[in-house]
């Protein structure tokens, strides 16, 4: 299993519509890649007292079965999901493939 990661950093300016990324973009997201996608997880960040601002606005976990399943379904998809991506943030996302050790 893998885990795909996409992060939207925390930056002066950086807009995120929260409302839009979760009732619009990310039911798109999961209907598109199906049984594909075998769970996701969606976090925001937090600023804590005394610590810095929250390096990331949203955090976006994505599990896979394997590194050849993700690749599949974002070839044939992922313009779609980039595309979607001005109607609820200004931020560019980092994405990072990632697997237990």
Do not use: C
């Not at 996608?37 to 600023?47: A, C, P, Q, T």
């Amino acid at each position: 299993m893998i885990r795909v990661s996409i992060l939207y950093p925390n930056s002066e300016g950086a807009t995120f519509d929260k409302a839009y990324y979760l009732n619009s973009h990310m039911p798109m997201v999961r209907k598109t890649l199906g049984p594909t996608l075998l769970k996701d997880e969606i976090w925001s960040g937090v600023n804590a007292p005394g610590l810095p601002p929250a390096a990331y606005l949203f955090l976006l976990h994505m599990y896979f079965e394997s590194v050849e399943a993700f690749g599949a379904g974002f070839q044939e998809h992922g313009g779609t999901f980039m595309a979607d991506i001005p109607n609820y943030t200004n931020v560019a996302p980092v994405l990072e493939v990632e697997q237990a050790v």
